[in-house]
Structure formats: C-alpha cells, structure tokens
C-alpha cells in the first residue's frame, strides 16, 4: 500500500475554484491526496461560517469526479506550535509532501524533515473566501465562484442566512 | 413542577440598573427566570473586573425582593459556537424562552429550535458596564446607576480598588 | 454587606433529606451559605445522572422555605490539585469556613488558611446517594429518601428512565 | 442535496469484517453514510493502538468498492456528555438517523430528537477488535478477520510491531 | 555551544537515591543532562503528595555536586500520546538520546527517530517511591532512602503531614 | 532548608542584558532565585520565537557564573487571572516575594498575601526583546545586547533563521 501522498491544508469558507484548480493541480503528481480543512473548530463567525462537517460535504461533492484519491479530513486549531505537526500526521494517513505557501507552516515542516513544496498559484482577487463572503452578504452573484456541489450544500444549509445572521456580531459579545 | 421558565444573558461588570429594569419586565411573563451569568471566568480585566462569585452575590442581592423565582448562574465561554446552547442548557433548568439581542446567540438558540424573544430596552448610554467603569476609574459618580446591593458588593470587596489596578495592563504582559 | 459566610459542597445526585438536614443546621451557624455543586460537569452517567442545572433546581426548590439565604452553584472538577482552592473562591461570594469530611478537601482548604469545620453528621446508609439509585433502578421505593421537591424535578426531568438508561454502559464504549 | 444520511461509530481498533458487514447492511437504506470514528484521540495503546488517520486510511481502502457515498471522520472523546451530540453534528454533514447500540449514545440522540436504530448484528466473538489484537500479540493468524486493505495498512504502518511495543506498559508509568 | 545532551524522566515522587545513582551514571556519558519531572500536574494525591516545583527543588539541592550540568523540568502529563515527543522537545533544550525503561517512551522516541538507551539499574524494591511513601505513612524510617538535602525539602513543606492527609481519600469523592 | 526566595518573571525572547542587571542586583537580597519563564507555551511567533526549552537554556548558560542559587522554570498562560498564583506557586519552590512591574501581576500576588516589590530598572529602550528580534530582522547588531551564551544558544538552534521565517505571517493563516 505504499503510495505518494501529499498533505493540502486550507480553510475552505467555503470551498471555491481556486481550491478546485489548485487540487486538480497537486493531484497530477501524487497518488493520493490529503485535504486538511484547517481551523475545524471555528463555526458560525463571520469570517468562519461554515462547519467542519459542512465544509467536508462540500469538499466530497465538489471532487467526487476527479481521478486521484482524496481525503477531506478536520484539522482543529491547536494553541502551541511545536505539537503542531505531530497534531496533524496524527490525525491523517502517512504523507511525505506538504503543499504550503504559508511561512509559519512551512517553517514546522521543514523542522519536522517533511518536504515542503508551493502550490500552483490561482487569481486570488476573485477566488477568495473573503471575496465569496463579501458578495453573500451584498447579495451578490457569487455561486459561478465555487464549484457548483458547493453551492448546493450552501443551499441545503441555508448557509447564507447563517453568514448574515452571524455577521452583525463580535461573537458573544452580551 | 411544569413552569414557564425563561434565561437571559449578560456579563453584568458590574450589574445595573438596566439590567435590573428588564429583569423586572421578564419576570412579569414568566414563572421562573434563569440569569446567566457570560464570560464567567473572566475577571480582574480592565472590562471584566469581578468574579463569577462577585456577580452572583451581586444578582441575588439586588433581586432579594422582586417576585419571581429566579437563578444566578455562572456561564463560562467556550470557544465552539456550535455547542455552546447544549453546554447553557446542561447547566441551566430547563428553559422555552430566551431572551438576548446578540444576533450570534439568536442564531444558535433558533437552529437549535428554542423560541427567542427581545428584552425590553432601557437607556444604553447611562446603564452601561462600560459607562460605569470609567466612572468609576474617572472617581465620578456611579453608585446611583446600580442597586443598592451592587454598592455594598462593591465595596466589600474594594472592587474600585481592583478596576483600578488591573486597568494599567495588557494583561500577562512581562 | 459583611456577613458570616460557609462553603458546603457535595454532589447531590440527587439531593437527599440527609443533605437538606445537613445544611439546615449549618444554615443556624451562619448568615448565608454557599452549597457547592461538585463534579458539576458530570452528568448522563450511572453515578451521576442529573446535570448541574437540574441539581441547581432541586437544591433550590428543596431550600425555599430555609430560613438562610444560600446560594446553589456548580464546581466543576478541575484536574489540578492546587488551584483548586482558588478557583472555587473565584466562583463564589467569599467566604470564611468551609464545610467538609473529605480529607483532600480539608488538605487544600487549610493549606489555603480556610477554616474547615466537619458537618454534622446524618444517617449515611439510607440518606445516600448510591442507595438511592439503586432503588432507583430497581423499582423500589425512593421518594421518602428526598424533599417532595426533588422528587418533582426528577419527574419533571424524566430521571428515573435516563437512570436506567445510562446505567446499562461503560459510558462512550463504542 | 437533501439526501437520506445516516451516522455510524466506532472505535475500529482495527476495523474488522464485523464493521464491513454491518455498514454494507445499512448502506443499502441510505444515500450517504458517516462513519465516525470514535475516541479518535487515543492511539498506541494497548487498546487503541492506531492512529485516527490510520483508520481513516483503513476504512477509506476497505470501502473503495462499495456503492454508497460514505465519509470517514475522526470523533474526539469529549468528557462532556451532554455536549456530545452538538459536537458530534457540527463536525459531520447534516444526518436524520444514527446507528448505534451504545445505551448512553441512544440516550444522547434522543434527547436531541435525532432517529436511533439498532444496527445490524454480526458474530462478536470473531470479529472484534479485542480478539483480533488479542491474536496479533500472540502471533496467531488474524488477517482473515479483516478486509485485506486494512492488513496492507497495517503491515504499511508496521502496526503489530507497534501493538507489542505499547502492550507492556501502563502509559507514562514513569 | 553544541554540547552531548541526554534526557531521562521520572516522576521523583519523591527523588530517591536509585535515582542520585541512575543520574551520576548516565552523567559520565553526557555534557548536560534534562531531568524531566514527568505527572508534573499531579500533587496531592496518595501516589503524587508533591508539588512539581517542589521536586524541581529536591532535585536541584539533591544535584549540587555532582560534575555534570543538568536541568530539572516539569513534564505534563498530556493526553494525546503521539503529540507527546514534540511537547517533550519543547520544553527542553535539544538533546539527541533519551534514557528510559518504559515501553510507551521507548515507541515515542523512536518513531520520532531520537535515539534511547537503557538507563542503568539500581535495586529496585528499597529504592522506589511507593516503598517510601509506604514508610512515610507507616512512620518508618525512609529517611536513608532518599539524599539528605531531599529529606530537607520535605521537611520544609511538611511533606509526611500532607501525604498523610491525602492518603485517606479518593480525590474529590464528596 | 529555610531560605529567602524570590520570584521573578519575564518572557526572556530572548534573554538579554537588562534582564541580566536586574537578576543580578535581587540576587544580592535573596539565598535563591525563582526565575519565571512566562507565556512559555508560546514559541515560534514573531514575539515569541523561541521555546520554553531554548530560553531556559539561555538563562542556565547566561548566570552560570553568578552568585545566587537560581531556577529557571516555564510558567504557561493559562487563561483564568484568579488560580494564577496558585499555579505559579504549585510549579516552583516555595518564595515569599515577587519582583514585578507588571499591574495585573501585583494586584493578583498582593490579592494572594504575597509580597511584590518592584525590580531595579534598566535601559528599556536598548534591552528590550522587541528592539533585539527588530535587530534580528534587519541584520543589524544584536549580540552585544545579549550575554555571550545567548548569543551562542541561538547560533545553535538557527534562531535568527526561525524568526524570520515566522514573522512574515499571522499564525496559521491558510
């Protein structure tokens, strides 16, 4: 069973075609692909709408027509560094390649003796988590920017309720 | 035992007058009233300076002779929004109303199906933890914006004293 | 405000005529007592069937007619020993004896120079806990072992069949 | 999207031809299924000697042929029992009904009004975890008790090798 | 600066002179040594009476004259077994071989490819914690067992007393 | 064993010379020191970029040759401002005065029957922790404002190398 298996971490609020092309991307060199859906635990906050469940539903749909292997798996913030990545090959099968643009993540890695290698770029102005949450709450177009699975799990959720809902608010803030 | 109960949130740093004028107008509609007490942990910050403790005393003094049967009970955060209603509804009787304008625990407490409904309002610029911890940082009145009982709280545990101290800070920060 | 303050804590699960005996006399001792309700956080378990809330609400239906004024609040376990002392008087109006038998308790109460005071003493074979969820479980005859109100919230609650329920398991043993 | 989901957990320490029978039971009444795996934390102990990605990788390979959509996601123990359901729910795509014979798991979900129905049986004595790392101590045959992927990951991960080693010991027995 | 560096653990309830032993050994092999001090969280308990910080000072006087720099650490207990080795590294200076008898160690270590070696033995039955707890509680003589400067320590804290008041106790068992 | 101890906290990112000056003059007025590393879960961060481990190593190697018996030991954040002191008194020897400058620090010991004074001043402007990492960043000259065993310990672990790669980023900011 041994395979080359590369590790991909994002937050996914939500899942958007840049994500898509980045994945189809990686997934050219590796036999199987593991997708970490970081900052599981953050929920219903404006810049975090989406549950871990919710954004590994997206995930499944939004690839289940791509030819290599993937994992969508949960990875939930932990508050000290250096246990981070012992956190992580903990919680998802071995990998060898870590795909990060991140400096913070990059630097564990490589402390860690995993490999570390950029991910293709994608035009990050439109596809964009932050740009996709913007339109949602103006009430504009924003579903041609995430695969179309995606929405339909947006829909299902009634998720952009939820984000205008949760946006006018700094949390528990009584 | 069926009864009508109802839980409303707040920090209460400290309690005041306009909490106690909503408490009041509550208690006309329901049986029993179940005061949470938010951010419970928190304490000898510059806008949390009291103790769950401190509050509670606070609360059950200033409502000694209101009518209703009511509950001062510590809440503490939890940094998972989406269990935050069962963890209120663990440590809590049970509860059909609640009442709270966050719009983040509407959000909850409707998708988890509980009936939330508006407190009154009263006047925010005057009856606010904000307004009277400056006063009391600024040595002006404010005594007169809080219970009788929230006064002698108070003082019993020189919490002007404490606002004071704990104002100067960041916090741990060496 | 000053006032002579005692600390009593136990588990009341659920709270029974030897608790409310108990704390009737501490309550001739002092102006106002503060029962704790300990391993608040533990509930749905054989041992431990109610949730803090619901032992709130029998502890507080159970003392209406006391002559004392008490204050019913959960204390969560902590796993470490030595703040354990501070954090409960986080939690509670302060206080200058504590009430206990349990020598860990006495330990850390003296070690924090808090007066500990044994309470009196009440017929434990019956007046326990244990024992009556035993005869919970068995169908027998419990509700002379408790104040009428108590026994209304457990009906209130449906505790009896959650009892039987959790007892049947070694709790999350997939 | 609406689709009929249903929910499973275990512990699959390893998983066994047992779980592969009773998924493929229910996944011929469902459009998709979630497979949770339980107390995902704990690792290289006598009991619990994988790691939650490792099983996550068993589970994924063992299922490749089925015909239903089903997710893999790892469920933390957490010690609060009431909380138990929201945590699970929000780390999960939306579910109507859960498969399960755990009393206190029965009795959680039905508090929160979610569907429970017993799963299917298979025969115990062969097929469970226990048995199976009681033979891989012993060096007596075990892999026909397992779906051929899950012997390829485990002989990938050198797993027996690591049961023995953590079998001596009592934890951080220090 | 780079120095041979060793780590061994213990959970020096409380340092004994099997421990002076082991350590003078292993010192002969190294430039520094880091003594973790491992249940650091753990005090006043039957089987852990002492405070991290006070065997950091049993060790620290224990050591004064031996020839080898060391450093003595509280270690956590933290639940998650395959985060542990990072936390470990952490929290202490680099080291490159780690000296243990305990099985589970021995697996961490050597998955995260730091070297272990077996740490020398001394006689067990007299030099071991549980025997001087034994004789503490039994007011027999123990103060032959542990360095003289440990005998002090324990004194100064009134460590006996303590052990005595916690040993009739399961906890917080109200 | 009877001796004065003190208590002394910073953050030590890194240790530099004003923190030596300070040590340095209490040391004169105690028989020991109990020097505090704060924040110590805290590491690899543009503020924080090295571990508890790497900054106790700094502070055994920088006062090998002073005078004073002395302690270096990691004190996490934890999160609940009124168990703080317990907490740092659980995890050190036994002190009766606290040197800080910090509000919240004074209040909270004071608040405990602790004695705080307030340790001699240095030149804040140069020896400061954010002055020297501001250096590292920029390539100037740093090494004169650290002790030589500073200076080598982060030669050691690459220091300057990490703290440029974590200070261009927010965290795990995927």
Known sequence: MNMKRAFYIGRF???HLGHYSVITSIA???????IGIGSA???HEANNPFTAGERVMMI???L???DVHFYALPIDDIQQNPVWVSYVTSRTPPFDT???NNPLVIELFEEAEITVKQPPMYLREQHSGTEIRRRM???EEWKHLVPDA???????????RRLKRVSGTDGFDY
Request: overall charge negative.
């Open 13 to 15: 609020q939500p899942f």
């Open 28 to 34: 050219e060199e590796v036999d199987e692909l593991i």
């Open 41 to 43: 635990q953050r929920t």
């Open 60 to 62: 499944r749909h939004a």
């Open 64 to 66: 289940e027509d791509i």
């Open 98 to 100: 870590a795909y990060t």
């Open 137 to 139: 709450l103006a009430d």
């Open 150 to 160: 995606v929405a339909d799990v947006i829909d299902e959720i009634d998720g952009v």
